[in-house]
């Protein structure tokens, strides 16, 4: 299973870095993809990086102020997130894929975790 924390209620500007610790399975078999649920809207793929840590992949909307990364020895991949704006508020989710695609499917993840709260006030 994949456990997501370090979600919580930051102002405009501020940072806030989510884990997503693996446990049951081997994290370095997998690309491990980060997405966000706003309310009422769908999923959006935020980020993504390879098995290896050799690439990684952003949406527009994060390029810059997010850096996605992890740590296969600890089973744990991260997401930094940086200058959050009130439009990153969501719950956001990690998710383990045989290859780096920010395209949500439903269904479709080898693991996906329970997701952890996100809220950036104005």
């Known amino acids: 299973q994949l456990v997501e924390s370090g979600g919580g209620l930051v102002q405009t500007g501020n940072s806030l870095k989510l884990s997503c610790a693996a446990s049951?399975?081997?994290?370095?078999?997998?690309?491990m993809a980060w997405f966000r649920q706003a309310p009422g809207k769908e999923h959006e793929g935020v980020a993504c990086i390879s098995a290896n840590n050799s690439s990684t992949i952003y949406a527009d909307s994060v390029k810059g102020r997010f850096t996605v990364s992890r740590d296969n020895a600890k089973g744990t991949a991260y997401l930094q997130m940086n200058s959050l704006q009130p439009e990153d508020t969501g719950v956001y989710y990690c998710?383990?894929?045989?290859?780096?695609?920010?395209?949500?499917?439903?269904?479709?993840?080898?693991?996906w975790g329970q997701g952890t709260q996100v809220t950036v006030s104005s």
């Open positions: 998710a383990a894929e045989d290859a780096c695609d920010l395209k949500y499917r439903r269904g479709w993840y080898d693991y």
């Open positions: 049951g399975f081997t994290l370095g078999f997998y690309d």
